[in-house]
């Protein structure tokens, strides 16, 4: 024998559909809201004293450098006017973000072993790459030096 299913349908108006979409979208947002309420601002507080922390380890570590680097010997410094042609006007050195600016005047100027060291390696790095480009032969790559333009290797 075959059951018979009943169909139980209910009937809401109009009014009532309204209602019941009004209070679950409520609810919804009630819930929402008061999940972010309770994760958002301890989230953020956390994040912003660790950050706070952070930031005063990188500046209490800062200062610490300076005073090393103010206490530390100096070092008596004559950059010649003639690597003006090279370096402008001053070279500027930085150690740990610590900067100066020495000129390139040819006076003598008292600066740290640090950056002594610093300046020694820019001097080089500009020695290395003029004596690198006397030792380039140009004939090689653009003919002979008689400039003659049917001469020229490619």
Do not use: C, W
């Amino acid at each position: 024998m075959a059951e018979k299913k009943t169909n139980n349908t209910i009937t809401l108006t109009e009014e009532q559909l309204q209602n019941i979409i009004k209070t679950s979208i409520e609810s919804m947002a009630q819930v929402t809201a008061n999940s972010i309420a309770k994760t958002q601002p301890q989230d953020v507080a956390e994040s912003r004293v660790t950050a706070t922390r952070m930031d005063q380890a990188r500046l209490r570590q800062s200062m610490e450098f300076n005073q090393r680097l103010l206490k530390s010997e100096r070092i008596p410094v004559a950059l010649p006017v003639s690597l003006s042609e090279y370096f402008g006007d001053s070279v500027t050195v930085s150690v740990n973000g610590n900067t100066i600016k020495i000129p390139v005047d040819g006076n003598t100027y008292h600066i740290t072993k640090a950056h002594n060291q610093q300046l020694q390696k820019k001097i080089m790095y500009n020695n290395k790459q003029l004596s690198r480009i006397r030792n380039t032969k140009s004939n090689a790559v653009f003919g002979n030096s008689r400039g003659d333009i049917g001469f020229v290797n490619l």
